[in-house]
């Protein structure tokens, strides 16, 4: 068997929309809270990290609760539709609000109204993907998500929105909310989630059998995992924690080292970055389809710390050419990472609780990014500067690594080939 491009690309539409409003959240939020209510920097971090913090508590119970809902739309699909309108309405109501404390509850409306549908959308993968796949269904759910980020990337290019052109706010967030929207009617008129998930079922039973539960085991499906899964678990999770540690903490503050360390804009680097990763999605996934999920992961990771150790050396007088190197390779380890954790996670899920499973994951890594700005920061205030970024940055990279050696479940079977054709991922 082979995985359905069509049906994961449009099952990946709710990720879209994930990424569509996160890119116009990032990009605009920051510039209200300055420009227009006059908050100091302090104050605004506080406020943009309440999607974090929000995120740690909200994504696991609406997973949880993802599983347990029965509805004509499915599990995950009644609340994507339900939390993308809400999220949209409040959304697009922060522009026209003059008020700071008005402009803080409706933000944390709208924050809240995107943690309803963030863990049951990315669930929805799974759900309808057989276990052996889901590498590959993860790179195409993220490099959908990719476009939803570039189309509102094309539209700051179009409608600037900035200091001086804060009038433009109102049509910039319209045609956001309109992409939003748009997303959502595709995702709702093509994607059948009931019929779907029966169908992965059926192809477990036939592709996998040893995954599938006996009676027994059906009604004991909730069951604690065993100590051994239980341990890979935690030491997965703790993975997912470290390597975002290291990461974002090079997202959140690489202009300000560049500026202040190197003496010269590297604009370009984190968009190199992010185009090698965006290369990289759907390679990598094929590759741990072959060779296994946690084997690509250290592969990943060891990509990640070798680029933020020999990053440590550059200084302002090296060539661009030489970051640019170094930021492409973690761009292609971070893909590498990330395509791979999230379905080594719920491989460990029960038949029914992917979406708790999938909230644990986001526990893991928002607990990180509220962590990170918050410890680099201080490391670099005792040092007085900002040269132990990357030394920071390589130490939770290579930790992640050793707790990622120690895991010994979660990681995928590769698929028996049924015929001559499907070692060439063709139809008969």
């Not at 003059?98 to 990315?122: D, E, Y």
């Not at 001086?164 to 093509?190: A, D, E, P, R, W």
């Not at 389809?289 to 302002?316: D, E, N, Q, Y």
């Not at 500067?385 to 930790?399: G, I, K």
Request: hydrophobic share 50%; with cysteine.
């Amino acid at each position: 068997m082979k995985l359905n491009y069509k049906r994961v690309i449009l099952v990946g539409f709710a990720f879209f929309l994930i990424t569509a409003f996160w890119q116009a959240y990032d990009k605009t939020i920051p510039l209200i809270l300055t420009y227009k209510f006059n908050m100091k920097q302090t104050l605004s971090g506080v406020v943009m990290a309440f999607d974090n913090v929000l995120a740690v508590f909200l994504l696991p119970l609406f997973g949880a609760l993802s599983d347990k809902t029965n509805s004509r739309l499915g599990k995950r699909t009644v609340y994507i539709l339900f939390g993308t309108i809400l999220a949209t309405i409040s959304f697009i109501f922060l522009p026209l609000i003059g008020n700071v404390w008005m402009f803080v509850a409706v933000l944390l409306v709208t924050l809240i109204s995107m943690a309803t549908f963030r863990s049951p959308a990315v669930a929805l993968m799974p759900d309808v993907t057989i276990k052996p796949l889901r590498s590959k269904g993860n790179a195409i759910i993220n490099l959908v998500g990719t476009v939803g980020g570039l189309l509102v990337l094309g539209v700051g290019l179009v409608v600037k929105v900035g200091e001086k052109t804060m009038h433009n706010l109102m049509t910039y967030y319209i045609v956001v909310c309109g992409i939003i929207l748009l997303g959502l009617i595709i995702f709702l008129l093509t994607v059948k989630e009931n019929k779907w998930a029966q169908e992965m079922e059926d192809d477990t039973k036939k592709y996998c059998p040893e995954e599938v539960l006996d009676e027994k085991e059906q009604a004991e499906s909730n069951k604690k995992l065993s100590k051994g899964e239980l341990k890979s678990l935690l030491l997965i999770l703790s993975s997912v924690a470290l390597w975002y540690m290291g990461y974002n903490a090079i997202t959140s503050k690489y202009s300000l080292y560049a500026d202040n360390v190197l003496h010269q804009s590297y604009d370009m680097t984190l968009l190199i970055a992010q185009g090698a990763a965006i290369i990289a999605y759907l390679p990598v996934g094929m590759i741990a389809t072959k060779v296994g999920r946690k084997t690509t992961i250290l592969a990943g990771v060891v990509m990640l710390a070798l680029s933020f150790f020999f990053a440590i050396f550059i200084t302002a007088n090296s060539s661009p050419v030489l970051m640019y190197v170094l930021f492409a390779l973690a761009g292609i380890g971070w893909a590498t990472i990330n395509v791979n954790s999230f379905p080594m996670v719920v491989e460990l899920a029960r038949g029914g609780n992917v979406g708790k499973y999938t909230g644990w994951y986001y526990t893991a890594s928002m607990s990180a990014q509220v962590l990170t700005p918050i410890l680099s920061g201080a490391i670099m205030d005792i040092a007085g500067n900002m040269l132990p970024l990357f030394p920071y940055a390589c130490v939770c990279v290579a930790f992640a690594f050793l707790t990622m050696f120690f895991v010994k479940h979660g990681d995928s079977k590769p698929l028996k080939k049924q015929s001559v054709l499907e070692n060439f991922d063709v139809d008969e």
